[in-house]
């Protein structure tokens, strides 16, 4: 693996046939959707609950209308997680970048955009400053955001009126409404992904029950497999040590795909089952188109989706829980919390299998909440 960041860095110092430094410019991120037994896609509100995020980072300000409605109040079927542009260039050079979402809105960003609309944003001119001083800014609280500076791309620098803000990457979120690229179906014992698109899709299988854990490398899916849930007798730094190699060989380099999963590692391996994929580099240049000026030597984008699966035994937990908690909303959510922003999908499968007229006090309300 050493090898290939090696051969990288020499690439960055060779001059190319224009007399420029080579620029390079790689990505990652996640997108995550919610599926029934029944392979359909749930709308759900995936911002529901406290921010992982530190209070520097950029969101829209609603009181002025930037956007329609709260974040928290988006029903959607993706949440797009944590993408992050990294920059690696011989030499300083100025970058104008813009990532379009036609599909979808920008929740989230950092450093601060020229200019932001919900279906896309743009940075204008990002300074790449290799060398630089690794002077970012960071709060005591643990966040999902800091790991993704772990790498050996260059700082960036962006100047807006009154401020210059320092970060080692472009950063963003948002919520999308598409259909995920594979469908995921539970049939008893077995699990079926399918893949409606025309380029095969890498699949992993992964499985977590209190606390003991497997998975299944399902390996490039054309159209369609079927496999057994996994026997729950495997290590997840397995999985992990799996991942990682899945990512380098998608073309991210070996520090980028480490930091991929210490961002991730505490919800992707949480309780549940879902499937990992990569995404279609095609699927990812549609969802979000990227424009660069000058155009770079080289574009990695790697998107890894995630369909967390609401299995038959989740649904069966949240009646018992319904009926456990009877009218008491607050140790309704205490129960329900655990499942953390699934919980809503989750709670709305549950409440499907039962007339309204036997709903609760206490579910009716919570579903209001949400």
Sequence with gaps: MKYALIAAMAALTAVSGSGEKPLVVHEWGTFTSVSGADGKPMVWRPLQGPTDLPSFVYRPDYRRGDQANEKSRFVTTIRMETPVLYFYAGREMDVKVKVDFPNGAITEWYPRAASMKMRGIDWGTVRV????????????????????????????????????????????????????????????????????????????????????????????????????????????????????????????????????????????????????????????????????????????????????????????????IMKRTGEDQAALWKELEPFGRFAEPLLRRATAQLPPAQWTPAVRQLLTNY
Excluded: C
């Excluded at 992964?206 to 497999?225: I, P, S, T, Y």
């Excluded at 188109?289 to 574009?299: I, M, Q, R």
């Design 129 to 320: 400053r290799p060398g630089a001083p690794d002077e970012f800014p960071k709060e005591e609280a643990a966040s999902h955001y800091y790991p993704a500076r772990e790498t050996d791309a260059a700082p960036i620098q962006v100047k807006s009126p009154g401020m210059t803000q320092d970060e080692k990457f472009l950063f963003y979120r948002g919520v999308g409404w598409f259909a995920p690229s594979v469908s995921v179906e539970l049939q008893n014992d077995l699990v079926v992904v399918k893949n409606p698109g025309k380029q095969p899709v890498q699949a992993i299988l992964f499985e977590n029950r209190k606390g003991a854990a497997g998975f299944r490398v399902l390996g490039a899916v054309k159209d369609e497999v079927a496999v057994s849930r996994p026997e729950l007798s495997q290590d997840k730094t397995q999985i992990m040590a799996e991942l990682e190699r899945t990512l380098v060989k998608q073309g991210l380099y070996e520090k980028e795909a480490s930091a991929m999963l210490k961002t991730w590692r505490d919800s992707w391996f949480e309780e549940g089952v879902r499937v990992f994929y990569i995404v279609p580099r095609a699927s990812v240049d549609a969802i979000l188109p990227l424009a660069l000026d000058p155009k770079p030597d080289e574009v990695v984008r790697v998107f890894v989706g995630r369909v967390e699966i609401l299995t038959p035994e989740m649904e069966r937990a949240a009646l018992a």
